[in-house]
Nanobody, 123 residues
Framework: QAQLVESGGGSVQAGGSLRLSCAASGYTHSINVMGWFRQAPGKEREGVAAIYRHGVSPYYSSSVNGRFTISQGNAGNTVYLQMNNLEPEDTAIYYC????????????????WGQGTQVTVSR
């Protein structure tokens, strides 16, 4: 089992930036993909970005492409989400996720989840 812990959420005005971090621990040897999802009140959880542990180009949803950047730490057990030019529509709980293999940016394709961190963007 792997454990994921997010940090870095908070409140910001529209146009501002936040950086989320996710640290993976436990049995992480078989994890090959890490990603970020978000869920706004009354909406389904949606994929935001994902990165393959061994350097394949990251994947972004169309709603954040060009504004968000996913990256990983040197050891591969940490993943970051740099969020720039935030919009009120980005307000949600953001979840870190990890998976054994790439199955697309869908929640069902990931095997481990963090508890989530709140991001609130005001106008």
């Amino acid at each position: 089992q792997a454990q994921l812990v997010e940090s870095g959420g908070g409140s910001v005005q529209a146009g501002g930036s936040l950086r989320l971090s996710c640290a993976a621990s436990g049995y992480t040897h078989s994890i090959n993909v890490m990603g970020w999802f978000r869920q706004a009140p009354g909406k389904e959880r949606e994929g935001v970005a994902a990165i393959y542990r061994h350097g394949v180009s990251p994947y972004y949803s169309s709603s954040v492409n060009g504004r968000f950047t996913i990256s990983q730490g040197n050891a591969g057990n940490t993943v970051y989400l740099q969020m720039n030019n935030l919009e009120p529509e980005d307000t949600a709980i953001y979840y870190c996720a990890a998976g054994y293999e790439w199955r697309g940016l869908f929640a069902r394709g990931f095997d481990f989840w963090g508890q989530g961190t709140q991001v609130t963007v005001s106008r």
